[in-house]
């Protein structure tokens, strides 16, 4: 089956169901999320904080995410890959966006780009698009310039950053982004931008009133310990699990109880006699 096209995301607007996004910085991850049969692959730049150790995604290089971006699209068939644009990968001009926007497609395998940003970044998203590379945009909270904007909180709560939120999305989706992301913001306000613009509109602390949702996977199972955003559900705890394992292990190796004969190979009667001559030339007792 091959992968889902920009076209087939927007049509789902009118004729549902709800998008799924999901991130992925792996192929083993991106097999299975790809298996479960979700819409959207997103390589997130939150690969600098789940899985890099960063304390922020701000640090994040192009080639960071398109060594990641490259394992990810290796497991995908279906899902849409999007590939994250790191800070300052599209800031600096739109030609310098186009080209490494280009360099994800060409380079790793992703099938559009994401990028951070309202009315300021409309005309990078303009110019990508333009070049025949899908965009999809990400208003309200964005990580990248989280310090510029208060810091990690709900965004568009009083009059005047709501009207900018949803004056971005309008931008973003004038500018041709096929589908954008809403981060941490009143569900009254993404309704609104939700029925306010042609294109899906996909939650991540949203509310129920978007055209899809995306969370960071390392939240929702669990492997993610350092915080837990509110609007993360935890469909399964796995970092205990992990860690149970992981100790079962040390105390089964330490007491000699693995390997046991079940996980070991034994040579047959000719190894037996070729060990015996080898013990009989070599071993010191
Ligand atoms: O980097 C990321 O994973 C994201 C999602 C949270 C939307 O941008």
């Known amino acids: 089956m091959p992968r889902l096209t920009p076209p087939q995301i927007i049509e789902r607007k009118s004729t549902g169901p709800k998008l799924t996004m999901l991130t992925a910085y792996d192929v083993n991850f991106a097999r299975m999320i790809d298996e479960a049969g979700i819409d959207m692959v997103l390589v997130g730049d939150s690969l600098g904080m789940v899985v890099l150790g960063y304390e922020s995604t701000v640090p994040v290089t192009m080639e960071e995410m398109l060594h990641h971006c490259r394992a990810v699209s290796k497991g995908v068939n279906h899902a849409m890959v999007i590939g ?35 009315k300021v970044v409309a005309d990078t998203v303009k110019r990508i698009v333009s070049a025949g590379i899908p965009v999809v945009g990400h208003v309200g909270l964005t990580p990248q310039s989280a310090s510029s904007i208060g810091g990690f909180k709900v965004q568009g709560r009083d009059l005047q950053r709501a009207k900018e939120i949803l004056e971005d999305a309008v931008a973003i989706s004038s500018a041709g982004a096929f589908a954008i992301v809403l981060e941490c913001v009143p569900s009254e306000l993404s309704a609104l931008i939700t029925d306010s613009i042609d294109i899906p509109t996909i939650g991540i602390g949203a509310g129920p009133k978007c055209d899809g949702q995306v969370l960071v996977t390392h939240d929702m199972i669990g492997l993610f310990e350092k915080f837990t955003p509110r609007f993360v559900k935890k469909y399964v705890d796995l970092a205990p699990q992990i860690k149970k394992a992981l100790s079962a292990y040390k105390q089964e190796v330490e007491a000699g109880e693995f390997p046991s004969n079940e996980e070991s190979f034994s040579g047959g009667e000719e190894a037996v006699l070729a060990i015996k001559s080898l013990k009989e030339k070599y071993a010191k007792t």
């Open 84 to 118: 994250d644009m790191p800070f300052m990968s599209y800031q600096i001009s739109p030609e310098d966006a186009l080209s490494n926007a280009g360099r994800f497609i060409k380079e790793a395998g992703c099938d559009a780009v994401k990028l951070e940003g309202g």
